[in-house]
Nanobody
Framework: QVQLVESGGGLVHSGGPLSVSCVAS????????MGWFRQAPGKEREFVAR????????GYADSVKGRFTISRDNAKNTVSLQMNSLKPEDTAVYYC???????????????WGKGTLVTVSS
């Protein structure tokens, strides 16, 4: 049984940092590219960042480039998203997802976590 479990969400002031993490089980973690997506109230789920199986390749949405950093620790089956200079528009539920392909489209992801809420106050 595959499980992706996010943690680390919470309330942060605008301009502050926050890190969210996701622990995977039930998959050969290094075989999967991992991605972070987010969904704000009333909006569609959108791509945030992705990382290839061994971390050699990363990609970011333009809206977070230079502020967010994705990383992974294959020994701990964990992928993390370090978020700096947070803005109120970053408020959303953040989801991690796994794919056998290095993808950024939500329908192409194979497995999803249940999400963690990040709220940025102005």
């Amino acid at each position: 049984q595959v499980q992706l479990v996010e943690s680390g969400g919470g309330l942060v002031h605008s301009g502050g940092p926050l890190s969210v993490s996701c622990v995977a089980s039930g998959i050969t973690f290094s075989s999967y590219a991992m991605g972070w997506f987010r969904q704000a109230p009333g909006k569609e789920r959108e791509f945030v960042a992705r990382i290839s199986g061994y971390g050699r390749n990363t990609g970011y949405a333009d809206s977070v480039k230079g502020r967010f950093t994705i990383s992974r620790d294959n020994a701990k089956n964990t992928v993390s998203l370090q978020m700096n200079s947070l803005k109120p528009e970053d408020t959303a539920v953040y989801y991690c997802a796994a794919s056998l392909r290095y993808e950024r489209r939500a329908p192409s992801m194979d497995y999803w976590g249940k999400g963690t809420l990040v709220t940025v106050s102005s």
